[in-house]
């Protein structure tokens, strides 16, 4: 080794580089020193670890903006599926929900999983175990995340919902309106959060989260005293990002108020966008032109966007099935899945299940999970995430010349009966994913809303990162792909910087060395099925994916080849004021 010859911790050697920035491909090396990018390029030396990537795609690592990983994160380092789909950090605390702040109480804290598993679908027996409660305010959550070993790294946001409870107890629980000094004490809160490195706030106004008492959510029917008053805390401190999701029923009116907040505040509001039915989308492209004219204004409001539509998914092991409201079904309903299985696949049983009538309830969702085949599909072992009308249960019958019904019980059992089906709830009118590929494209958006982490028992969206390269840029056949400098820019850089992460998102010298090596030919995502890995034995869909032969995180492999190499480079990050900027930088918290 020459004297002048720079030593390395790692070089990635020959590989196809797609820096994240959206500027066209090369073929170069990337060298790595104490967890950095300090070279790009014709990069010459020596190195301690070489990857040959001849041949592979060396991207950023993704960062993923919308999960709700605030209770897994405190006992699974991996924060699994994440890191099998190439997710080098994640941020939660979406939504309003979360665990912090919340009362040394056993009542309180199984108030706050009972939020958790109504609203997002996590088993509360799982966080029940799986929680240590180590924490009563926000700061003392951050700290106890902190003092975990972990793979990825993690960013909080500080929830409404645990805010609002924590204040207001049993009247902050039945939306009753707050007063002047409960809006000081959130304030409060949300101050000593933001303080203690929380990325930002976030609150929910859609009737979607409900309990199971059939309340919406704390915090849902806020007003605009409280919503304005907690958020100048942000313009106060000069940090944090305000986030939301809402249903929009009167999007002028609530779209005014977010754009008076980030005006006063000069702070970024993030929010979710989506769509239910056709008739809706004019609402999706007024409100996309409102955000542009905003901007004019001195607005920053980001739509989130979905690269897929609104979905569930269905399995006899699963929450949902379309037979799940059949009296003949519900005796089965509580068993255990092997003996359910062998009861169902007795012809009787099967009979009296198939033949009974579709229990409508007049319930737009509910109807259409027990009847509407015309828009259910067999998620089949190469799964098509946009799928024809022709290949719709309903269509599949007509042809096999069978009921819709005995269609979808009989696919049901196939792989052991863990075969799942698909359906779009929302924004698949037109059979066809063009909507979703346009409120990408805009560019206004952040692709966001994959709820890593949450719908447990419906849905595996943490594998969009991996389905946005091996399908929206490289299989699709049905209407317009992106580049892959296209899609990499879109869960890299643009995510990092719609969260303040100024970190990481690019492949250039000075960023954190969180990286993918893929191979594009074997990019692919598996059939989701439901296993038992959580705390309790709760039970989870999960999607595995092939293709990723390495995950670095600050310079170390976290995954090769699908497996966990045991290395613990993640932690905590925790946003901190720039200057007179409110994009937050963040910090990573030192072991």
């Not at 249903?247 to 002028?252: G, K, V």
């Not at 309903?333 to 198939?354: F, H, K, M, N, S």
């Not at 819709?404 to 066809?432: I, T």
Request: with cysteine; net charge negative.
């Amino acid at each position: 080794l020459l004297e002048d010859s720079p030593l390395y911790d790692l070089l990635i050697c020959d590989g196809k580089i797609v820096d994240g920035s959206g500027q066209p491909a090369f073929v170069g090396n990337i060298a790595v020193l104490d967890g950095r990018i300090v070279a790009v390029g014709d990069v010459q030396g020596e190195a301690r670890k070489v990857i040959d990537a001849r041949g592979l795609v060396v991207a950023p690592g993704w960062v993923d903006t919308h999960s709700h990983m605030d209770g897994q994160a405190t006992w699974d380092p991996y924060c699994s599926p994440a890191s099998n789909h190439g997710i080098t950090t994640l941020v939660m605390g979406n939504c309003g929900v979360g665990f912090a702040p919340c009362k040394p109480d056993d009542a309180e804290r199984q108030r706050m999983i009972e939020v958790m598993e109504d609203v997002e679908d996590i088993p509360g027996a799982a966080l029940a175990e799986g929680i240590t409660w180590e924490w009563e305010t926000f700061p003392e959550y951050l700290d106890a995340l902190d003092r975990m070993p972990r793979a990825i790294d993690i960013g909080a946001q500080v929830p409404h919902c645990a805010v609002r409870t924590y204040v207001m107890g049993e009247r902050g629980v039945r939306n009753e309106p707050a007063t002047a000094d409960d809006v000081a004490r959130m304030a409060s809160i949300v101050r000593e959060g933001l303080a203690a490195g929380a990325v930002g706030f976030t609150t929910s106004r859609t009737q979607l989260h409900t309990t199971r008492n059939g309340e919406v959510m704390p915090g849902t029917y806020a007003d605009a005293d409280e919503l304005l008053g907690i958020g100048r805390v942000i313009g106060e401190t000069g940090q944090g990002i305000y986030g939301l999701v809402s249903d929009f029923s009167n999007w002028e009116e609530e779209m005014a108020w977010m754009k008076r907040l980030s005006i006063e505040n000069d702070c970024q509001v993030n929010f979710v966008l989506f769509y239910r039915s056709e008739a809706d989308w004019p609402r999706v492209q007024q409100q996309l032109q409102y955000v542009k004219d905003a901007r004019a204004e001195g607005a920053r409001l980001i739509p989130h966007v979905g690269a897929r539509p609104v979905n569930i998914l269905m399995g006899w092991e699963g929450t949902v099935n379309p037979f799940m409201f059949h009296q003949n079904y519900a005796p089965l309903a509580g068993l255990a899945p092997e003996e359910r299985l062998a009861r169902l696949r007795d012809p009787a049983v099967r009979r009296a299940i198939v033949d009974e009538t579709p229990p409508h309830m007049g319930h737009d969702i509910m109807d259409k999970i027990v009847d509407g085949f015309d828009n259910i599909y067999v998620l089949a072992e190469n799964p098509d995430y946009e799928p024809a009308g022709e290949d719709s249960i309903q269509h599949l019958a007509e042809r096999a010349g069978v009921t819709p019904a005995e269609y979808a019980y009989d696919a049901l059992l196939e792989n052991d009966g863990k075969r799942m089906l698909y359906c779009p709830l929302f924004g698949y009118d037109m059979r066809s994913l063009d909507r979703q590929l346009e409120m990408l494209a805009d560019e206004s958006s952040v692709i966001s809303l994959a709820d890593t982490g949450a719908h447990c028992g419906v849905l595996s969206d943490a594998s969009i990162p991996t389905w946005l390269l091996s399908y929206l840029v490289r299989d699709r056949q049905r209407g317009a792909r992106f580049s892959l400098e296209q899609a990499v820019r879109m869960h890299t850089l643009e995510t990092a910087r719609c969260m303040g992460l100024t970190d990481r998102g690019t492949l250039e010298a000075g960023m954190k060395a969180d990286i993918n090596v893929i191979d594009l030919d074997q990019l692919a995502i598996a059939s989701p099925q439901v296993i038992y890995d959580l705390p309790a034995g709760g039970r989870r869909v999960y999607q595995g994916a092939t293709g990723y032969r390495y995950t670095l995180v600050s310079g170390e492999v976290i995954m090769q080849d699908g497996a966990p190499t045991g290395a613990l480079p993640g932690r905590l990050v925790r946003a901190c004021k720039q200057g007179d900027s409110h994009l937050s930088l963040i910090h990573i918290s030192e072991p």
